[in-house]
C-alpha cells in the first residue's frame, strides 16, 4: 500500500497542475445555477474537479464551510446564496488552488458588492490545524534535529487548541464536491469525526463524492493516477453511509445519485452521489410526556438512535427525539412544503432518490393531555 504521506504529495502534485491549467477529465460534468456563474471569473468556471453541486442546498445568512474548495467556485456560488449576512470559508491544502481562489476573491467580492469568503489553508482530515500559521511559526523556530522536530510537533498541537482553524461547533453547512475520496484510506474516520466537530448542533454536511459499488482492491489503491483522479479512494455506498453513521449523524439520506457511472475500471462502477447528514442528535433525555405514531408506508421504521416503530403503534419518547422528529429532515406533514421550498434550485432532471420520511403526528399517551 502507497504510505499516507505519499498518496497526499501526489494528490497535491496534480491539483497544483491542475490549478495553474485545466486538466481535462478530472471529475465528471456538474451543471450549476447560470445565474450565480455570471460574477464568477473564467479560470475559476473552467479549472472545475467537482462531481456535483452543493449549493442548492444552502440558505440565505448560513456560515458554510467547504472542504477542498479548489479554485472557489461552490464557495462563490455559495456566497450569493448565504448573501452578505452569511459567510464561507474554502479550506484547501493546495498553495496553487489558493492562489487561485484568492486572487478572484475580491473580484467576485467587487461584483456582488460585499465581501463574505475566505480561504485558508489546512487538511480536511484535520481542519483544527491552521498550515499557514503553523508554516509562519517554522520559519521563526526550524526543524534542525530531533529535540525541534518534537517540540514542532508539540506546537501544531497548541495551535490546534489555541488558534484552530476552524472552531468546533461554529459552522453551519460543511459542503465538498468530489475531495472525500482523495483522502487517504487511514485517515477518512478522522475526516467524517472533524466534519462532524466544525459542524454546530443542528448543522448539517452536504457531501458530493464519487462512491463505488464494490471495495477498490489493494493494487487500485496503489495506483496513483488512479487516486488522485478520484477513483482508488473511493469508499462503496454502503460505507460511505456508514461513515457519516459513525461520526454521530443522523438523518442521512442521498439526496442525488446519478444513475449512469460516471467511470467504470476493472468492472468497478464509479459513480456520483450527493448525500445529506445533520448533527443533533446527541443529548439529554427528559421525560415530557410526548408519543408518536409512524404512519406509513413502510411496516416498520429505525431511526438513528435506536428506536424501532411499527407502522400505527403509538410510541413513548424523549423530548429530544420528539424534537428532532419535528424537524427537517424527519418533519412529517411538513416534509413536502419543506422540500419545495428549501431546496427550491434543484433542477427538475435531477434524479432525487427520497428516503421515505417517518410520518410522525404528535399524540399524547393515553390519559395524558398535550
Ligand atoms: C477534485 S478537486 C475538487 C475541487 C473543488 N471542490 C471543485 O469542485 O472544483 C480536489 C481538491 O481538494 C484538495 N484536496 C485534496 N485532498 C485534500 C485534503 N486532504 N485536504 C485539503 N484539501 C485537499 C485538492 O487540492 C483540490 O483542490
Redesign the pocket.
Known sequence: MIDAHRT?AI??QR?AA??KERVDN??CSVEYESEYLKVIPQEVIE????CGDPSPYLFEGEAVL??????G??CFIAAQIVGAKGKVIG????DE?LDVARRNAPIVAERIGYANVEFCK????DLALDLELLDRQLKAHPITNAASFLAADELAEELRVKHPLVASDSVDVVV????LN??ESKSKRQLFEEIFRVLKKGGRAVICDIVSDEEVPEEMQNDPDLWSG?ISGALTEESFLAAFERAGFYGIQILKRDAQPWRTVQGIEFRSVTVEAFKGKQGECFERNQAVIYRGPFKEVLDDDGHRMERGKRYAVCDKTYNLYKKSPIAPSLSSSIRSSRYRSIRPNHSIVRVPHCGIQKKARAGITT
Open positions: 497526499e494528490v497535491r491539483y491542475g490549478a478530472l471529475c479549472r472545475d474537479y467537482g467547504d472542504l477542498g474548495s479548489g479554485t467556485k461552490i479550506v484547501d491544502m493546495t488552488m489546512g487538511r480536511i482530515q465538498s464536491s468530489c475531495v482523495l483522502v478520484c
